[in-house]
């Protein structure tokens, strides 16, 4: 067996945000089937009985599916190394757990009484499940799991399906433990949710899309309890929250407020006039991309404060006469102290900076007006429309009057 493709299969599951690992021969991982569930419910449970159960139901060209008594599935492969008989070795890897559904607070209340278990751990336990990953749709989930076993171990597997209404030895006796007094059961999956949270938001003030869109995906993974029995209303709470989130990533990123406070409010305009899921679902990662784009054009992180001063005041007053001498005096510095600080921190000389600003924004205004050009020119910081098109050809390769021309045919 090529033991690359047993790592493969592992990667491939865990990028669909499904736990999957090797066990260890002694199966000293097995804990991790409910996420140490048990483990941190009762003072002295093992996982003994499932252990066996493993040993004695899992067969190669076989995929276990164990659904227990918390309604968790999970799913055991074996595969046996057979490059030599005097080497003969096997290996057993666990998928899951997955849910199905999401249980209900009801559902939970019900399990609850059924082991016995506390009143005070209600809120906890529905926390714990909604960082168990529900498949979107779990017939594809299996379909694709067996297809891809099948292709990777080059056998033909087959699902062997348990649960702990048929086969109560899955699980060892619960009257042989004693409970926790403070099982903290959450809290590894309110952890994980918080680091990944974490990771998220450094992306993003980096502005790191590949990175942000990575964990945005696996955060979407942590369901949080429903607010509302409106589910449209609890998904847009959900955006609201990330759409603070990103603001104040973006801020770490060094980006001026007044660029932050122009999208975010852009961003919550739309939330408040979305009327469906998919809708949502597009404007959220619209938003991760816009908030790594405003850190990747308007991060000034590296730069002195003098510049950052000069930068600023461009961004936002560029149709004003503004010079190198301007800036010079505003700052308290000499002019060739300015314009030798500006080319060694940003690359190009501040004239050259002034003159971008204002030529980006003439693009938006041909683009989204009916302004004649000379007023483009004017609203642009150009009185001299002679000026204004030499500049606007030299940046664009076109003059402005062939770039309408352009739009409309476009």
Do not use: W
Request: glycine fraction near 2%; hydrophobic fraction near 35%.
């Amino acid at each position: 067996m090529n033991l690359d493709n047993l790592d493969l299969f592992v990667h491939i599951m865990q990028a669909q945000n499904v736990p999957c690992y090797r066990l260890e021969t002694d199966f000293s991982n097995l804990y991790q089937v409910d996420l140490a569930l048990r483990g941190r419910l009762y003072t002295n449970y093992n996982y003994q009985s499932l252990h066996d159960f493993i040993i004695s139901h899992c067969h190669d060209s076989e995929i276990l599916r164990i659904k227990d008594d918390f309604n968790l599935v999970n799913y055991f492969i074996l595969i046996e190394d057979t490059k030599s008989e005097s080497d003969k070795q096997n290996f057993y890897i666990s998928v899951g757990p997955v849910l199905e559904t999401l249980p209900t607070p009801d559902q939970i209340h019900q399990l609850m009484i059924r082991r016995t278990l506390p009143e005070k751990i209600l809120q906890d336990l529905q926390t714990y499940y909604c960082n168990i990953t529900i498949p979107p749709d779990f017939n594809v989930f299996e379909s694709t799991l067996i297809n891809i076993a099948c292709h990777l171990f080059s056998r033909d597997f087959k699902f062997q399906i348990y649960s702990d209404s048929r086969d109560p030895s899955i699980e060892s006796v619960i009257g042989h433990s004693q409970l926790n007094e403070n099982p903290f059961i959450a809290i590894q999956s309110i952890e994980e949710r918080y680091e990944t949270e974490e990771n998220l938001l450094e992306a993003i003030a980096a502005g790191d899309h590949a990175r942000a869109i990575l964990y945005h995906g696996k955060s979407r993974n942590f369901k949080i309890m429903p607010r509302s029995e409106n589910t449209l209303v609890n998904r847009k709470n959900l955006v609201i929250v990330l759409n603070t989130l990103c603001r104040k990533a973006v801020q770490k990123g060094h980006v001026h407020p007044m660029y932050i406070d122009e999208l975010s409010t852009r961003f919550a305009i739309q939330i408040n006039q979305i009327r469906s899921l998919k809708e949502l679902d597009t404007l959220e990662s619209d938003m991760i991309h816009k908030y790594c784009l405003l850190v990747y054009n308007h991060s000034m992180k590296n730069y002195s404060q003098i510049v950052q001063q000069c930068i600023t005041y461009t961004d936002f007053h560029y149709a004003e006469p503004l010079t190198l001498a301007f800036f010079a005096e505003r700052c308290h510095v000499t002019k060739s102290y300015l314009s030798s600080l500006f080319k060694k921190e940003t690359g190009r000389n501040l004239t050259d900076y002034i003159h971008s600003v204002r030529i980006s924004h003439s693009l938006f205004l041909l683009n989204s007006t009916q302004m004649p050009i000379h007023i483009v020119a004017v609203n642009c910081g150009y009185n001299d429309i002679n000026y204004f098109i030499k500049l606007f050809k030299r940046l664009n390769g076109i003059s402005p009057k062939q770039y309408r021309i352009q739009l409309r045919n476009n």
